[in-house]
């Protein structure tokens, strides 16, 4: 079992998540396209980013915690 290599379930729990948080993730790619031009550096997406994340998270956690030992 030493020399098994282990497998990260989060990420393709992640992966299995994020086609279902489609809406946060098209805000966020929107407001990119929108700040494109932005030179001030004031304008940022930030919330948009935590937004398609939180919802990612929000669907990894109830599957990962029965599987970590």
Same mark, same amino acid.
């Given at each position: 079992?030493?020399?098994?290599?282990?497998?990260?379930?989060? /990420?393709? *729990?992640?992966?299995?998540? !994020?086609?279902? $948080?489609?809406?946060?993730? =098209?805000?966020?790619?929107?407001?990119?396209?929108?700040?494109?031009?932005?030179? @001030?550096? =004031? !304008? =940022?997406?930030?919330?948009?980013? +935590?937004?398609? +994340? @939180?919802?990612?998270?929000? $669907?990894?956690?109830? /599957?990962? +915690?029965? /599987? *970590? /030992?």
């Amino acid at each position: 079992m030493a020399d098994e290599e282990l497998a990260d379930p989060k /990420k393709y *729990l992640e992966d299995s998540c !994020k086609p279902k $948080c489609a809406r946060p993730l =098209h805000a966020y790619q929107a407001c990119v396209r929108r700040i494109k031009g932005d030179e @001030s550096g =004031h !304008k =940022h997406c930030t919330g948009q980013y +935590f937004d398609y +994340f @939180s919802c990612v998270d929000n $669907c990894v956690a109830p /599957k990962l +915690f029965p /599987k *970590l /030992k």
